[in-house]
């Protein structure tokens, strides 16, 4: 019987970059994000009792497109799904396949929405394989169970806009519900630094002193911010936000750096366009190089805008689907 789950990616307007217990994945400061539907993970898992071990392969569907896990990611995955089948009491081993529907080469790979489908998978599995009736778990309890993986996987079990704070992740609704998203790819290759390092080494930065103060601050002017529907001061707080988490890697011991030429470029040129028309999208970026942009509904000229400034420049990943540079 395979039992499949999917989750949606969420990008962080107020990240999570540092630990206070990297084992539990504990966050040094709140944060705050917005779910991204339409990019997903889907994993399917099978009981097999003549395996030795649980065993991950790529999932293959016309739909999806198969990834490949690096021996590291693969370990990290099976680990988690060790400590789901405890939680869940799930004996034997089993096939894992996962996939996403976005293309992973590309930069826009996340472990938040394939941990989040993993934890899915494995709680319906539990559901669906229990004789009489089982209680099935809340969102929150998934989520706090999800965090265990992967830390951004707890805010991707709530839609649209998700806020993980010191008693776990939770629903949060601001007047904002249908963001329109747009990637600029600034560079496609695998990371060298992974997101788990980075947030070992952001401690080691003198500017690390302040940090949590910093991240709960912002984030409660971005929920005011948010609940006003006053845009221009989101956009700003969401700026600030990004800027600080990538001047804590710039400033780390060793310092690295995900910004490239592209990269600033394509900052310069954003933060011009919002100067000219005093209003623009949301610009934030992950640990990496790519900007992540999202729009309100009635800003379609803004959003075509974009495309046509960036399209000869950069490949872009829209909500119409990966658009390749020309
Ligand atoms: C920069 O959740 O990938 O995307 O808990 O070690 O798996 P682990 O880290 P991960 O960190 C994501 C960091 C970030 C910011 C964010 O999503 O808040």
């Given at each position: 019987?395979?039992?499949?789950?999917?989750?949606?990616?969420?990008?962080?307007?107020?990240?999570?970059?540092?630990?206070?217990?990297?084992?539990?994945?504990?966050?040094?400061?709140?944060?705050?994000?917005?779910?991204?539907?339409?990019?997903?993970?889907?994993?399917?898992?099978?009981?097999?009792?003549?395996?030795?071990?649980?065993?991950?392969?790529?999932?293959?569907?016309?739909?999806?497109?198969?990834?490949?896990?690096?021996?590291?990611?693969?370990?990290?995955?099976?680990?988690?799904?060790?400590?789901?089948?405890?939680?869940?009491?799930?004996?034997?081993?089993?096939?894992?396949?996962?996939?996403?529907n976005f293309p992973s080469?590309?930069?826009?790979?996340?472990?938040?929405?394939?941990?989040?489908?993993?934890?899915?998978?494995?709680?319906?599995?539990?559901?669906?394989?229990?004789?009489?009736?089982?209680?099935?778990?809340?969102?929150?309890?998934?989520?706090?169970?999800?965090?265990?993986?992967?830390?951004?996987?707890?805010?991707?079990?709530?839609?649209?806009?998700?806020?993980?704070?010191?008693?776990?992740?939770?629903?949060?609704?601001?007047?904002?519900?249908?963001?329109?998203?747009?990637?600029?790819?600034?560079?496609?290759?695998?990371?060298?630094?992974?997101?788990?390092?980075?947030?070992?080494?952001?401690?080691?930065?003198?500017?690390?002193?302040?940090?949590?103060?910093?991240?709960?601050?912002?984030?409660?002017?971005?929920?005011?911010?948010?609940?006003?529907?006053?845009?221009?001061?989101?956009?700003?707080?969401?700026?600030?936000?990004?800027?600080?988490?990538?001047?804590?890697?710039?400033?780390?011991v060793p310092a690295f750096?995900?910004?490239?030429?592209?990269?600033?470029?394509?900052?310069?040129?954003?933060?011009?366009?919002?100067?000219?028309?005093?209003?623009?999208?949301?610009?934030?970026?992950?640990?990496?190089?790519?900007?992540?942009?999202?729009?309100?509904?009635?800003?379609?000229?803004?959003?075509?805008?974009?495309?046509?400034?960036?399209?000869?420049?950069?490949?872009?990943?829209?909500?119409?689907?990966?658009?390749?540079?020309?």
């Amino acid at each position: 019987m395979w039992v499949e789950a999917s989750a949606p990616s969420n990008i962080a307007l107020i990240k999570y970059m540092g630990k206070t217990d990297a084992n539990a994945n504990r966050p040094t400061n709140s944060s705050l994000s917005y779910s991204l539907d339409r990019l997903r993970s889907f994993v399917r898992i099978n009981k097999n009792r003549n395996l030795a071990t649980d065993q991950w392969s790529a999932l293959k569907r016309a739909d999806l497109r198969a990834i490949e896990l690096s021996e590291k990611g693969k370990e990290k995955f099976l680990k988690h799904f060790v400590l789901l089948k405890k939680e869940f009491k799930i004996t034997d081993h089993f096939e894992i396949e996962s996939a996403n529907n976005f293309p992973s080469d590309c930069g826009l790979a996340s472990s938040a929405s394939s941990f989040a489908a993993l934890t899915l998978a494995a709680h319906n599995w539990m559901i669906e394989s229990a004789e009489g009736m089982p209680v099935p778990y809340r969102p929150k309890e998934l989520a706090k169970l999800s965090q265990k993986g992967s830390g951004s996987s707890c805010r991707s079990f709530f839609t649209p806009w998700a806020l993980w704070h010191s008693t776990g992740a939770e629903s949060i609704s601001f007047p904002y519900e249908n963001l329109k998203h747009q990637v600029i790819l600034c560079d496609e290759n695998i990371k060298l630094v992974s997101s788990s390092e980075a947030h070992t080494r952001v401690l080691t930065s003198d500017l690390f002193k302040g940090r949590p103060a910093r991240a709960e601050e912002r984030l409660q002017n971005l929920i005011q911010s948010l609940r006003k529907e006053d845009w221009k001061k989101s956009f700003e707080i969401v700026w600030n936000e990004f800027w600080d988490m990538h001047t804590l890697f710039h400033t780390s011991v060793p310092a690295f750096m995900y910004m490239n030429e592209m990269t600033v470029k394509a900052l310069r040129d954003l933060h011009q366009m919002w100067q000219e028309n005093d209003d623009g999208p949301l610009i934030t970026m992950d640990a990496g190089s790519n900007i992540h942009l999202l729009y309100r509904p009635d800003q379609k000229a803004s959003y075509f805008e974009v495309i046509s400034h960036f399209r000869p420049l950069a490949n872009l990943w829209t909500d119409e689907g990966y658009l390749a540079k020309k």
